[in-house]
């Protein structure tokens, strides 16, 4: 009798270890995603000589991020005036909604030096998929997403981390990289959406929202593919009007 309770006991707590294990299982790829390996930015397609499979459209991450990768082809447009627009042009809302007249609402700057763009914060008004976003789009070092300045005399890069403006929270990682063909330029942009992290000033702090909104089961949940399509076409919309307007209005201000 004894015997036969030790083995019913065994078998018991077998079921507990399996249950448990299984348990733990599902909360790991709950938090992690389906492959814990994959880089949570991947920016190197950016600089690919030819064209990748994935160039415009939306996409699924296994982490629970959405991937959105846009590609415009600018006419008559150079590297250099795409900086000249970000870095030394743009400075009042009238500039912000020439370039997207509907979408466009409001802007203003923070820690803007003349001829500079990283360090500072572009505070926007802007709708997106149809939705009013308020937003602090805080534009970095590439080196924070290569590992190098990819930056020269044929080629213009630009990322940020992207957020809320009224609140202290960044949700948003993306890059833009402009090169330069035989018939103008064409730009790459990325957005990786789902990068949660709570804001102390420039800096990204550890936090209990962060912790959580990265969790892999939160963002497939937070964010859908309905938000990626959005974004796409408003990336796609005013990097098109950028480029119908760029040319002449570089030769009559900057004088070049």
Not at 54 to 71: D, I, K, M, S
Request: charged share 25%.
């Amino acid at each position: 009798m004894q015997i036969r309770l030790m083995l019913m006991e065994g078998r018991e707590m077998k079921k507990v270890w399996i249950i448990g294990g299984v348990a733990g299982l599902f909360l790991y790829v709950a938090y992690v995603g389906l492959n814990p390996f994959t880089k949570a930015i991947d920016p190197s397609p950016l600089l690919a000589d030819g064209y990748t499979d994935f160039e415009t459209g939306v996409r699924r991450l296994p982490n629970g991020t959405l991937e959105v990768a846009a590609l415009t082809r600018m006419s008559d447009v150079r590297a250099e005036m795409v900086r000249w627009w970000f870095a030394d042009y743009m400075q009042t809302t009238e500039h912000y909604k020439r370039w997207h007249p509907k979408d466009h609402v409001w802007m203003d700057w923070e820690n803007k030096v003349p001829g500079e763009v990283v360090g500072a914060s572009h505070l926007v008004h802007e709708y997106i998929g149809g939705e009013l976003g308020k937003l602090r789009i805080q534009f970095v070092d590439p080196t924070e997403f290569f590992g190098f300045d990819p930056n020269g005399d044929d080629q213009f890069v630009i990322c940020a981390r992207a957020g809320l403006l009224e609140e202290a929270l960044n949700a948003v990682r993306m890059c833009h990289l402009v090169r330069n063909t035989e018939w103008g330029a064409e730009m790459r942009s990325r957005f990786w959406l789902g990068h949660v992290a709570v804001r102390d000033g420039n800096d990204e702090v550890a936090s209990l929202i962060g912790a959580v909104g990265n969790a892999a089961i939160v963002r497939a949940f937070a964010l859908s593919y309905g938000d990626g399509v959005g974004l796409l076409k408003h990336a796609i919309e005013e990097m098109g009007i950028l480029a119908s307007f760029l040319p002449s209005l570089y030769a009559s201000e900057a004088g070049r």
